[in-house]
């Protein structure tokens, strides 16, 4: 911990659509800081949503100074929203969790017991998941495998967003601003001492997850291209391959005319051969398109979100004014 404490715990909370787990969530959350030792504030995040999530995110405000409010223009999803929180938090710790309480909140004593233990990254991995599927379970987990043994930066298994971060590994966080965030690569990509801590994962405390297998995918593939360029490899060797292959066969064919003369050539043979090859080639052309696409999005340099409004908390004002004080 710097010299230059403020004694403030900020906590992000994504929310988009959450008008039935909120109040619970601000009150578990509250529960538990209000008997931690520094001061805190909860930062929520409002990602577009078309319930009632903001205006219970006003009247929340309007009864308890720890609540922020942090407006964006649009749904951006949950790693922008999570983006945009840690854009504002400046507490000596903050910590990250989802508004629909699959995060224990009791976790967080644990967490930050951790943190001054010396931790920058303190995150909660699930030793068993209660509501979930089991091929969720099986596609979760052999994502996890499959990117741990294509990139070269640790993602932690079984393990979401819910987690804390020192001060120097958010002011890390804000330094990475690509279009393409899978956040949980980004925490583990910035380094530092981290620590995991063991929690049991519970089911959403209301509504369904805005999660589907399509979804899933498309996160598995976020991971995977923004963390290593390893299918554009597997790509080339799969061409190289097939081409060898067909130099050797064809070499054969040669030698076998040669020695045989030239019985009528098989069609199908021929037709299997020019599909395949075909297939290969549309493949590798959309691993490439993949990465193109991205390298695309990310050259347009666009914000990465809008605020419609940002109320900070009084605890943020205060502390900062705070902080202040002590600096001379
Ligand atoms: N979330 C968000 N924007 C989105 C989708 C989700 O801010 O577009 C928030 C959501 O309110 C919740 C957290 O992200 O607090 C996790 O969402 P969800 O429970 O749907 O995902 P899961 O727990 O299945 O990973
Ligand atoms: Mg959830």
């Not at 230059?4 to 008008?19: F, G, H, K, R, T």
């Not at 045989?260 to 398109?289: E, R």
């Not at 109320?311 to 202040?324: C, L």
Request: charged share 20%.
């Amino acid at each position: 911990m710097s010299e230059n404490i403020q004694n403030l715990v900020s906590v992000v909370i994504p929310a988009y659509n959450e008008e039935e787990s909120l109040m619970e969530c601000h009150r578990r959350l509250t529960v538990v800081l209000s008997k931690v030792e520094f001061e805190y504030e909860l930062i929520f995040v409002n990602d577009g949503s078309s319930d009632r999530t903001l205006s219970l995110l006003h009247s929340l405000q309007a009864s308890d100074q720890h609540v922020a409010i942090i407006d964006l223009s649009r749904n951006f999803g949950k790693e922008i929203a999570l983006t945009a929180g840690l854009d504002v938090a400046d507490g000596d710790a903050t910590i990250v969790i989802d508004a629909d309480l699959q995060d224990p909140p009791e976790l967080i004593p644990v967490l930050i017991q951790e943190w001054k233990n010396g931790y920058d990254v303190v995150y909660a991995t699930r030793t068993e998941r209660k509501g979930e599927s089991w091929t969720k379970k099986i596609t979760a987990h052999s994502f996890y495998k499959l990117l741990q043994s294509m990139s070269n930066v640790a993602v932690p298994r079984d393990t979401g967003d819910f987690r804390l971060l020192s001060k120097r590994a958010v002011v890390a966080l804000r330094a990475l601003r690509e279009q393409h965030r899978f956040m949980k690569g980004l925490f583990s990509w910035i380094g530092f001492p981290q620590k995991a801590v063991q929690y049991q994962r519970e089911s959403r405390y209301s509504g369904v997850t805005k999660w589907n297998y399509w979804k899933l995918w498309n996160f598995a593939l976020e991971g995977i291209t923004s963390f290593t360029t390893i299918p554009l490899r597997i790509s080339t060797y799969v061409g190289l391959m097939t081409a060898s292959i067909s130099f050797f066969y064809g070499l054969f064919i040669v030698i076998r005319t040669l020695t045989y003369g030239n019985p009528v050539a098989g069609y199908p043979s021929l037709l299997v051969i020019v599909l395949f090859l075909g297939g290969i080639q549309l493949m590798a052309i959309g691993v490439i398109g993949e990465y193109l696409g991205r390298i695309f999005n990310e050259t347009k340099q666009r914000p990465l979100y809008f605020l419609n409004e940002y109320k900070p908390s009084k605890m943020s004002i205060k502390s900062r004014i705070d902080a202040k004080k002590h600096s001379y």
